[in-house]
């Protein structure tokens, strides 16, 4: 090989290792992006399938047929208790303070009563919320929802009333929700999201109402419960908690493809050195 192709050999040699270089650098930074994004997209339910995902608190409202069921979450898995409320005192937590709530509008379906037993059930949707600042009250319904949507889900339910004396009774009540939409929210700058859609949770509660007029009827309850995960509706195993549309799997793609193309420039340069060292 003359002395001109050979320098020309090595140029281009020369030229593969640089884009090798550059193409693995890329690679190593889109890695490094990628792995920030999803850091910094902290999953509110980090519970796994049985585990607690959350639990509750909330007053339930009743108008013949028609139910709404307001209240917020006292405790999550991924999330510390300043990021649930406002207050600094954990012993002054309310309504009030509460930086996730939830709104209900459900609809009584089937009844049936055994003696003292008041046996319901019915369907429901329900819309999460972030208020930052707090502020939901339960004299204004409305205001559980003042706060940007986060989440929405199908419900379910089944209640049980005892009736302990005229018109005041202990419930004990169950639901079965589905996720419908689960959008990311942030929190002191980490993002954070409610599941992921088509995730299951089994909700159980128990309270106390009071029935106000007979005739309609209406009434009102008080209750507390905590919600655990199902899993997923089509496959029954929970799922992870990511988002399907994450901006970080697709960083991770990329620098994939990219350090498969460094590899294969590296496996060429490599050859052709191997090659021009051969000739003549």
Known sequence: MSGATARSVRASAGRLTTWVAALGGVALLLFVL??????????????????????????IDQNGLLFVNVGYLTSAAGLEAADLFTGEDSLERSEATARITYFTSARLEERSVNENLFVTSGTGETTFYFLEDGGADYANPNSFKDGTPIATSTSVWHNTVNVQAPDTGIIFADS???????????????????????????????????????????????????????????????????????????????????????????VAALARRRGSAGRP
Do not use: W
């Open 176 to 266: 079965v929700d589905t996720l419908v939409t689960a959008d990311r929210f942030t929190i002191a700058g980490e993002e954070h999201v409610l599941g992921q859609p088509d995730e299951r949770l089994r909700l159980s509660y128990v309270g106390q109402g009071e029935r106000t007029d007979v005739e309609a009827p209406r009434a009102s309850f008080v209750y507390a419960g905590q919600a655990t995960t199902l899993g997923s509706g089509e496959t029954g195993a929970a799922p992870a908690v990511t988002d399907a549309d994450d901006d970080s799997s697709v960083l991770v793609y990329v620098a994939l493809a990219l350090a498969v193309l460094a590899l294969l420039l590296a």
């Open 34 to 59: 990628s792995s920030v994004a999803s850091a910094q997209q902290q999953p509110l339910d980090t519970a796994t399938d049985g585990d607690v995902a959350y639990s509750f608190v909330g007053r």
